[in-house]
């Protein structure tokens, strides 16, 4: 019997070829053919509209070595692309478009503010969300400074804390700008009055570049440095949403993130919540209140952008235990459970969705089943020849 195909969607990060998660796509090959699932990737680039082929890439793990042939669509998709200010996100664009009928298993989740706006609207996590407000000018900027002492700038598609900024208004009314530049740089500190602060702004074209502001919550650690919590959550092997793992990120020495391609490095998340709110039962209740929250945020995202088969959640807890969602991450990186020393989370982290296409796979298989067998049933009843008695 012929196996089921996944293929992976990702983008070229040059011209060379370059691919972000490449060694990601080599565990998942491995894990794929011990499952029964045969694995290869590619890019918008690399297919044919004309044929409808694939010039697709396939990894041999036997050989570790990688090949290139042409080949047929996959029965499902799994799109690992992440937003490009280059044309190849076009290219993206135009595939998804074109092929929008086939098996996704995950569609595009929207921007920061429009998934916020989502939420907003959902009672129960409402709650959970910091103060957001979408920046028409600079005069925005200052109305949530005035009500919040910290506040956080964020361009609307930023990945990776790119383009970020932190706003602390003091007690004697300077604020405190630091923050990193669009190529994760840190940006040094400065101190500005209020005054100063529209022309500070100006030259980062807030209302162009599409920002978002955000509450800020006060999260630094002892050391001085920032720290939240990464939660993946994932569709299983029946496919029900389930976490598969949280893990504490603390960023850099002068950054204002915990990503960790900032420099940050990652904990245990109950490692670093004991250290955090030093309540041994406050940190379960923590945890089982994330975690719920998680598996809630996941379904309802789902019902509004169809079919998702994993969510990467970015918390803060605050020093009362109170949870706050940063934001949503459709294309989540995993590394984070590695540094973190939980190798079996890891592990997990990246079968899961191999598990879940095959499960979306058998179920597409029972349900033409069932309606090949009724239309098989409609047939046999419409040639029964029609008695009637005198």
Same mark, same amino acid.
């Given at each position: 019997?012929?196996?089921?195909?996944?293929?992976?969607?990702?983008?070229?990060?040059?011209?060379?070829?370059?691919?972000?998660?490449?060694?990601? +796509?080599?565990?998942m090959t491995s894990a794929g053919q011990k499952l029964g699932l045969n694995v290869f990737v590619f890019t918008p680039k690399d297919v044919n509209y004309i044929q409808n082929k694939i010039h697709a890439l396939f990894y041999h793990p036997e050989s570790k070595t990688w090949s290139r042939k042409w080949t047929s669509f996959p029965n499902m998709i799994y799109d690992r692309c992440r937003i490009q200010r280059t044309y190849r996100f076009d290219q993206l664009k135009k595939f998804r478009s074109r092929y929008s009928h086939l098996t996704f298993l995950n569609r595009p989740l929207r921007n920061k503010w429009t998934v916020h706006r989502v939420l907003s609207k959902?009672?129960?996590?409402?709650?959970?969300?910091?103060?957001?407000?979408? /920046?028409?000018?600079?005069?925005?900027?200052?109305?949530?400074?005035?009500? +919040?002492?910290?506040?956080?700038?964020?361009?609307?598609?930023?990945?990776? @804390?790119?383009?970020?900024?932190?706003?602390?208004?003091?007690?004697? @009314?300077?604020?405190?700008?630091?923050?990193?530049?669009?190529?994760?740089k840190i940006i040094r500190p400065r101190e500005i009055s209020a005054a100063a602060l529209s022309s500070?702004?100006?030259?980062?074209?807030?209302?162009?570049?599409? +920002? /978002?502001?955000?509450?800020?919550?006060?999260?630094?650690?002892?050391?001085?440095?920032?720290?939240?919590?990464?939660?993946?959550?994932?569709?299983?092997?029946?496919?029900?949403w389930e976490v598969t793992g949280c893990a504490g990120r603390i960023g850099a020495a002068g950054s204002i993130t915990s990503n960790l391609h900032g420099g940050g490095h990652a904990a245990t998340m109950s490692a670093l919540l004991k250290e955090w709110l030093r309540e041994e039962s406050k940190v379960t209740q923590v945890k089982e209140e994330a975690e719920k929250l998680g598996v809630g945020i996941a379904a309802y995202l789902e019902l509004e952008y169809g079919r998702l088969c994993e969510l990467a959640l970015d918390l803060a807890i605050d020093r009362k235990g109170g949870i706050w969602l940063l934001e949503v991450n459709p294309k989540p990186a995993r590394e984070v459970f590695a540094q973190a020393g939980e190798k079996d989370v890891y592990r997990k982290a990246i079968i899961r969705p191999l598990e879940y296409a095959l499960w979306l796979h058998n179920q597409k298989k029972r349900r033409k089943s069932k309606e090949k067998q009724a239309a098989v049933s409609d047939t046999r009843t419409d040639k029964e020849p029609n008695l009637e008695l005198d």
């Amino acid at each position: 019997m012929t196996q089921p195909v996944l293929g992976i969607l990702t983008l070229y990060l040059n011209e060379a070829g370059l691919l972000e998660e490449r060694s990601i +796509y080599q565990k998942m090959t491995s894990a794929g053919q011990k499952l029964g699932l045969n694995v290869f990737v590619f890019t918008p680039k690399d297919v044919n509209y004309i044929q409808n082929k694939i010039h697709a890439l396939f990894y041999h793990p036997e050989s570790k070595t990688w090949s290139r042939k042409w080949t047929s669509f996959p029965n499902m998709i799994y799109d690992r692309c992440r937003i490009q200010r280059t044309y190849r996100f076009d290219q993206l664009k135009k595939f998804r478009s074109r092929y929008s009928h086939l098996t996704f298993l995950n569609r595009p989740l929207r921007n920061k503010w429009t998934v916020h706006r989502v939420l907003s609207k959902d009672s129960q996590y409402k709650g959970y969300l910091p103060a957001t407000r979408y /920046i028409e000018n600079n005069e925005d900027v200052s109305e949530m400074i005035r009500k +919040y002492p910290l506040v956080y700038l964020k361009p609307v598609n930023g990945t990776g @804390g790119r383009g970020i900024l932190r706003i602390e208004r003091r007690r004697d @009314g300077q604020l405190h700008i630091q923050g990193r530049d669009q190529s994760r740089k840190i940006i040094r500190p400065r101190e500005i009055s209020a005054a100063a602060l529209s022309s500070y702004l100006a030259p980062w074209n807030l209302k162009g570049n599409r +920002y /978002i502001a955000q509450q800020g919550i006060q999260i630094k650690l002892a050391s001085g440095r920032v720290h939240d919590y990464r939660m993946l959550v994932q569709k299983n092997s029946e496919g029900a949403w389930e976490v598969t793992g949280c893990a504490g990120r603390i960023g850099a020495a002068g950054s204002i993130t915990s990503n960790l391609h900032g420099g940050g490095h990652a904990a245990t998340m109950s490692a670093l919540l004991k250290e955090w709110l030093r309540e041994e039962s406050k940190v379960t209740q923590v945890k089982e209140e994330a975690e719920k929250l998680g598996v809630g945020i996941a379904a309802y995202l789902e019902l509004e952008y169809g079919r998702l088969c994993e969510l990467a959640l970015d918390l803060a807890i605050d020093r009362k235990g109170g949870i706050w969602l940063l934001e949503v991450n459709p294309k989540p990186a995993r590394e984070v459970f590695a540094q973190a020393g939980e190798k079996d989370v890891y592990r997990k982290a990246i079968i899961r969705p191999l598990e879940y296409a095959l499960w979306l796979h058998n179920q597409k298989k029972r349900r033409k089943s069932k309606e090949k067998q009724a239309a098989v049933s409609d047939t046999r009843t419409d040639k029964e020849p029609n008695l009637e008695l005198d």
